[in-house]
């Protein structure tokens, strides 16, 4: 490598940023096998900054405490049926909040070893509430920042991934004894990269030069076929999964088109690959293993389109 290659890499500042997409994160899981093969070392070490919503939060506090991908996707691949398969919002929530208080326990944001943000929606306000680590990442209020608010990153993490109505909103009490009702990160920015790039450039106020993002989806595909025995029993649920579906997608492509009007100039890897094979009809509540282990796949032969620029980034 050049001196003057070496002097570049030095000064990059790298940003992961994770959509949500439930079940579908086997994706992301599979993109990112290959780039941490890539990377050859943990991934909190080759990021500056790592931002998830809902499924991508999961992955991404799990990557920031220093946890393999490897590991990740074999809990992925233990906890993802019984969070997903279960029919009412409170057994959803329950077993969500088993697995966040097993994997994640007691563990709070001064565990990160790499700037975190986990984005989650504040339901009575209205507007994003991001969980962060580091002071220098708040735009206001620094001098009393508390990292995640206090709360724990299983709570965090649980508040992300409440796709209500599917799921119960969790409710956090903050260290300052300030309590929120809070949602699913997917109804304000289910592609949380344009947060991801504020914090690094207007906080953080890294020069947009040094900026380096790799941008992760979880895959796009057709709906799932339903029998029409299924359709006339669940219509009213598979309608609204269907909506949901829909509002979270159009969410990710408006945040994607925002960022390249707002930041064409930072360089950004976008991996969101579109799958039209009927064997691939998916969505974010998908508990078929086989299914899933399709998705992550996908998600490793999507990382081979953009290996050449991922080399570039981490050179």
Same mark, same amino acid.
């Given at each position: 490598m050049s001196a003057e290659a070496n002097e570049a890499s030095k000064k990059a500042f790298r940003v992961l940023a994770l959509d949500g997409g439930g079940a579908k994160g086997f994706y992301t899981l599979g993109v990112l096998k290959e780039i941490e093969a890539l990377t050859q070392g943990p991934l909190c070490k080759s990021f500056d900054l790592i931002v998830g919503t809902s499924t991508g939060s999961i992955i991404a506090s799990l990557l920031c405490l220093g946890k393999s991908v490897d590991e990740i996707t074999?809990?992925?691949?233990?906890?993802?049926?019984?969070?997903?398969k279960p029919w009412t919002p409170w057994q959803k929530s329950a077993a969500l909040r088993r697995l966040a208080d097993e994997v994640l326990g007691e563990l709070t944001f001064e565990a990160a070893q790499t700037r975190i943000g986990i984005v989650a929606t504040n339901w009575r306000d209205e507007r994003?509430?991001?969980?962060?680590?580091?002071?220098?990442?708040?735009?206001?209020?620094?001098?009393?920042?508390v990292p995640g608010f206090g709360v724990r990153i299983a709570d965090a993490v649980q508040a992300s991934c409440s796709a209500y109505p599917f799921f119960c909103r969790k409710e956090i009490t903050t260290s300052q004894g300030e309590k929120y009702l809070l949602a699913d990160g997917g109804y304000c920015a289910n592609n949380p990269t344009l947060y991801a790039i504020a914090d690094a450039v207007r906080a953080l106020q890294v020069p947009r030069s040094d900026v380096r993002v790799v941008s992760i989806g979880v895959g796009e595909y057709p709906e799932p076929h339903r029998s029409v025995l299924s359709v006339l029993r669940?219509?009213?649920?598979?309608?609204?999964?269907? /909506?949901?579906? %829909?509002?979270?997608?159009?969410?990710?492509?408006?945040?994607?088109? &925002?960022?390249? @009007?707002?930041?064409?100039?930072?360089?950004?890897?976008?991996?969101?690959?579109?799958?039209?094979?009927?064997?691939?009809?998916?969505?974010?509540?998908?508990?078929?293993?086989?299914?899933?282990?399709? /998705?992550?796949? %996908?998600?490793?032969?999507?990382?081979?389109?953009?290996?050449?620029? &991922?080399?570039? @980034?981490?050179?």
């Open positions: 074999e809990l992925y691949r233990q906890h993802v049926v019984p969070v997903m994003p509430f991001i969980f962060k680590s580091d002071p220098m990442q708040a735009y206001k209020r620094s001098a009393s920042f669940w219509i009213g649920y598979l309608f609204t999964v269907r /909506l949901l579906q %829909k509002v979270m997608e159009i969410n990710t492509q408006s945040m994607e088109q &925002l960022r390249e @009007v707002l930041f064409s100039d930072i360089e950004t890897i976008r991996i969101n690959e579109r799958y039209t094979e009927p064997e691939m009809a998916t969505d974010m509540f998908e508990h078929d293993l086989n299914k899933l282990g399709a /998705l992550w796949s %996908k998600g490793r032969q999507s990382f081979e389109t953009y290996e050449a620029r &991922l080399k570039n @980034v981490f050179a």
